[in-house]
């Protein structure tokens, strides 16, 4: 139980243009979803937290016009990479909890590479 | 604020031996502790997680960690690596304030040589 899936696995774009990432929970509601950032080798940083209905919450330094979150139901939340620059070339993880929990289930991340 | 500190970048073993990953962590509230494994090109599983009771806490594939609150350590163990043991491993903490926002170590590479 508790799978997160993500869409799609890997994405190449045009600098400039604008990507959309799905995270979708496959077994349980997920009532809350994170977004992390993870560069090569490195660990991986939380962007946003989005609760379903609600305005995400964003991390100091993110650009929330740039990181669009949209949680429109409890089991899909997208992140989209508005005007994208190789600089947000990246390796980008979703997680997704149910209420009343402690622990969080990640997808298996998008290789977002802009060119 | 909370952080996490993994010492080791890299560890390598051979194949059969113990398998020690470190892990401190800060944190001024009773954290709630989390180790998850990364294979290349993936998500994170969750292998264990403390968060009250027990402070030996078992998890799959063989691992366990124990939490010592005296040493801010939650140091990850297996008696005996296997090659398929190979990956990244983060350890987290969160605070419990109920927005259940991790924290992560850097992770730590962990190679078993055959």
């Known amino acids: 139980g508790a799978v997160v899936s993500q869409h799609p696995s890997w994405v190449i774009c045009k600098s400039g243009t604008s990507v959309k990432i799905e995270c979708r929970s496959l077994d349980f509601q997920a009532t809350t979803m994170f977004w992390y950032r993870q560069f090569p080798k490195q660990s991986l940083m939380l962007m946003a937290t989005?609760?379903?209905?609600?305005?995400?919450?964003?991390e100091q330094g993110v650009e929330k016009d740039k990181f669009l979150i949209n949680h429109a139901s409890l089991t899909l939340s997208t992140l989209t990479v508005t005007s994208a620059h190789p600089e947000d070339s990246s390796f980008y993880i979703c997680s997704a909890q149910w209420e009343g929990t402690d622990t969080q289930y990640f997808g298996p991340g998008t290789r977002l590479t802009v060119l | 604020a909370q952080s996490v500190t993994q010492l080791g970048s890299h560890v390598s073993v051979s194949e059969g031996a113990l398998v020690l990953l470190r892990c401190n962590y800060s944190?001024?509230?009773?954290?709630?502790l989390f180790w998850y494994v990364q294979y290349p090109n993936q998500g994170l599983q969750l292998l264990l997680k403390?968060?009250?009771?027990?402070?030996l806490v078992k998890g799959i594939n063989g691992f366990e960690a124990e939490f010592k609150k005296s040493e801010t350590s939650f140091h990850l163990t297996k008696p005996s690596a296997h090659m398929s043991d190979a990956a990244e491993y983060f350890c987290?903490?969160?605070?419990?304030?109920?927005?259940?926002?991790?924290?992560f170590g850097k992770g730590t590479k962990l190679t078993v040589n055959p």
């Open positions: 403390y968060t009250t009771g027990a402070t």
């Open positions: 989005s609760n379903e209905g609600s305005k995400a919450t964003y």
């Open positions: 944190s001024s509230v009773p954290p709630y």
């Open positions: 987290a903490v969160s605070d419990r304030s109920g927005s259940e926002k991790l924290v």
